[in-house]
């Protein structure tokens, strides 16, 4: 049961374009909603998170949209770069003690020179 | 990656055979995480440690046993390989209840032929 439903598969965008993921869920109890970042032969690292009572939050390019009524959220990256090119998951955090972590399928992003 | 290393980096099994995967951190974080990523299924939590020899299945644990006698090693085991367990496996590590972020190792790439 896919918990965290995430498009598009793939995305290629054009150096300088804007990138947008989107992301939905279904369990209203995550509490925290970070997105990672992935290139080839790494492991996934922290890129942005928000909680579900901001609606929108930046750091650098990258911005969160988060619309708690219709249980969405996206990744936006402005001025999109080459080296930005990899694979971006979205993710909910359960709340507990064990705060266990349930993930998008994933967007493979390709940023063109 | 956060002063994690996991062990091999690369295996090849053949079915019905053991195996043993080991993460090892020097952060000291009482939280370890084993996923599997495969895909189109993003990342998928296989057990999870909450402290030394405190240890608890995630979404797809069958097949798979884990051990926690010390805080910096988290072993995940296949008790007897199948080729569906073929897939990449990541250990990731978190400092308590409240972090929001889960810091995860390079991955160890397991082929089961």
């Known amino acids: 049961q896919q918990q965290v439903k995430q498009s598009p598969q793939s995305l290629i965008v054009q150096k300088g374009g804007i990138s947008i993921i989107n992301c939905a869920y279904e369990?209203?109890?995550?509490?925290?909603f970070p997105w990672y970042q992935q290139f080839p032969g790494k492991g996934p690292a922290l890129l942005i998170a928000?909680?579900?009572?901001?609606s929108e939050k930046k750091e650098g390019r990258f911005t969160i949209s988060f619309n708690k009524s219709a249980k969405q959220f996206s990744l936006h990256i402005m001025d999109s770069q080459p080296g930005d090119s990899a694979t971006y998951f979205c993710?909910?955090?359960?709340?507990?003690?064990?705060?266990?972590?349930?993930f998008g399928s994933g967007t493979q992003l390709t940023v063109l020179p | 990656d956060a002063g994690i290393t996991q062990s091999p980096r690369h295996k090849v099994t053949e079915t019905g055979t053991p195996v043993t995967l080991r993460c090892h951190q020097t952060?000291?974080?009482?939280?370890m995480y084993w996923y599997r990523q495969d895909p189109g299924h993003g990342l998928r939590l296989i057990h999870y440690?909450?402290?030394?020899?405190?240890?608890d299945k995630g979404e797809v644990s069958d097949g798979y046993s884990v051990s926690r006698s010390k805080t910096e090693d988290f072993l995940l085991t296949l008790e007897s390989a199948t080729s569906s367990q073929t897939s990449v496996y990541f250990c990731?590590?978190?400092?308590?209840?409240?972090?929001?972020?889960?810091?995860f190792g390079p991955g160890t790439r397991l082929t089961v032929t």
């Open positions: 440690s909450y402290g030394v020899k405190d240890t």
């Open positions: 993710a909910a955090l359960l709340p507990g003690s064990a705060r266990q972590l349930t």
């Open positions: 990731a590590i978190s400092e308590s209840p409240t972090s929001k972020g889960q810091y």
């Open positions: 369990n209203t109890a995550f509490d925290y």
């Open positions: 952060e000291n974080h009482r939280y």
């Open positions: 928000i909680r579900p009572d901001v």
